[in-house]
């Protein structure tokens, strides 16, 4: 769907500095800081705007290509990684931060992961069509998860949160597939291009201009409790681990060529913190931490993903020697 700049670090290090600056702010300057904070909400409205104007449909057909692929994909996002994210999270010393970081976890990315999955020679047209497939999953269960995670009965959630939901996501992800609708007929090929890489390309930078906000009108609550959040860290690399060994012993079972392991382990890995957090803050906007808790795990995700590039394009170097080197 959209790649992570141009190469598998520039995003993490994009994050990182959204991050790193948008804490200075808040700490030496609390009044611009929360100035700033105040623009996360409409930053995230445009962000799911974006993220659903660069949704395409058009290669829903390419799951029939692969349905072993898809139905490993499926099932390890939405079946297995549930029966590891709860029990790592338990770990953690807060209620809140258990809520975050779970949300985070069960969310597979429907974004950058695709960009990542090129680099490393993986099957980006089964992974495109997988996009809308499991957005629709993860939003449909985001309510369930939330019910099981606070307590309250689903009916309770599903209540509370539509208006702010259909205000703060709806409207704004009907409004872009409807753009993207009436680009088709009124914009010809070539200006369409042009327009759904630009939206791409501003994708990360706008996931950085959210994370900068959050950061600047939420840093004391990380800064008061630093020791509580370097859990999270630890919890998430620990997730990631796992969850590589998972996709490589799934891969090796069922045979899968280079495409289809790159595709698997980069949609098992890589998380969608954008749409988690989108939800989130307006479901729960006075959590902070929880946001904060979703925010933190890209920390860990980016130079997880760059280092499975590297490792994935390796592999695939070593099989296009293997012939030359045997003859």
Request: aromatic share 8%; hydrophobic share 60%.
């Given at each position: 769907?959209?790649?992570?700049?141009?190469?598998?670090?520039?995003?993490?290090?994009?994050?990182?500095?959204?991050?790193?600056?948008?804490?200075?702010?808040?700490?030496?300057?609390?009044?611009?800081?929360?100035?700033?904070?105040?623009?996360?909400?409409?930053?995230?409205?445009?962000?799911?705007?974006?993220?659903?104007?660069?949704?395409?449909?058009?290669?829903?057909?390419?799951?029939?290509?692969?349905?072993?692929?898809?139905?490993?994909?499926?099932?390890?996002?939405?079946?297995?990684?549930?029966?590891?994210?709860?029990?790592?999270?338990?770990?953690?010393?807060?209620?809140?931060?258990?809520?975050?970081?779970?949300?985070?976890?069960?969310?597979?990315?429907?974004?950058?992961?695709?960009?990542?999955?090129?680099?490393?020679?993986?099957?980006?047209?089964?992974?495109?069509?997988?996009?809308?497939?499991?957005?629709?999953?993860?939003?449909?269960?985001?309510?369930?998860?939330?019910?099981?995670?606070?307590?309250?009965?689903?009916?309770?959630?599903?209540?509370?949160?539509?208006?702010?939901?259909?205000t703060w996501f709806a409207l704004p992800a009907g409004i872009a597939l409807a753009v993207r609708l009436l680009t088709r007929f009124a914009l010809p090929v070539g200006a369409r291009s042009a327009l759904y890489s630009a939206a791409d390309r501003a994708v990360p930078f706008l996931i950085a201009a959210v994370i900068f906000a959050l950061f600047a009108g939420n840093v004391e609550t990380i800064v008061s409790d630093i020791g509580s959040f370097a859990w999270v860290l630890l919890v998430v690399f620990v997730f990631f681990m796992i969850t590589f060994g998972i996709g490589e012993a799934a891969s090796a079972l069922w045979r899968l060529s280079h495409r289809e392991r790159a595709l698997l382990t980069m949609t098992t890995s890589a998380r969608n913190a954008p749409l988690m957090l989108a939800l989130t803050t307006v479901a729960l906007p006075d959590q902070p931490v929880v946001a904060a808790a979703i925010v933190l795990g890209m920390l860990i995700e980016f130079p997880h993903l760059t280092a499975l590039t590297h490792v994935m394009r390796r592999r695939l170097a070593r099989r296009a020697s293997a012939p030359m080197l045997s003859g």
């Amino acid at each position: 769907m959209l790649s992570p700049l141009s190469r598998p670090g520039s995003a993490t290090a994009l994050f990182a500095a959204a991050i790193l600056a948008g804490s200075l702010l808040g700490a030496l300057a609390p009044t611009a800081g929360s100035t700033v904070g105040s623009f996360a909400d409409p930053l995230i409205v445009l962000l799911v705007g974006i993220l659903f104007f660069t949704l395409r449909l058009d290669g829903l057909s390419a799951l029939r290509r692969a349905p072993r692929l898809v139905a490993l994909a499926i099932g390890i996002n939405f079946l297995v990684i549930p029966l590891i994210a709860w029990p790592l999270t338990a770990l953690l010393p807060s209620d809140a931060l258990r809520l975050g970081v779970l949300l985070y976890l069960l969310a597979p990315c429907t974004d950058w992961f695709l960009g990542f999955t090129r680099m490393a020679g993986g099957d980006t047209t089964v992974g495109a069509a997988l996009i809308p497939v499991q957005m629709t999953l993860q939003l449909l269960l985001y309510p369930v998860w939330l019910s099981i995670f606070t307590g309250q009965s689903a009916a309770l959630v599903f209540d509370s949160a539509t208006a702010t939901l259909l205000t703060w996501f709806a409207l704004p992800a009907g409004i872009a597939l409807a753009v993207r609708l009436l680009t088709r007929f009124a914009l010809p090929v070539g200006a369409r291009s042009a327009l759904y890489s630009a939206a791409d390309r501003a994708v990360p930078f706008l996931i950085a201009a959210v994370i900068f906000a959050l950061f600047a009108g939420n840093v004391e609550t990380i800064v008061s409790d630093i020791g509580s959040f370097a859990w999270v860290l630890l919890v998430v690399f620990v997730f990631f681990m796992i969850t590589f060994g998972i996709g490589e012993a799934a891969s090796a079972l069922w045979r899968l060529s280079h495409r289809e392991r790159a595709l698997l382990t980069m949609t098992t890995s890589a998380r969608n913190a954008p749409l988690m957090l989108a939800l989130t803050t307006v479901a729960l906007p006075d959590q902070p931490v929880v946001a904060a808790a979703i925010v933190l795990g890209m920390l860990i995700e980016f130079p997880h993903l760059t280092a499975l590039t590297h490792v994935m394009r390796r592999r695939l170097a070593r099989r296009a020697s293997a012939p030359m080197l045997s003859g």
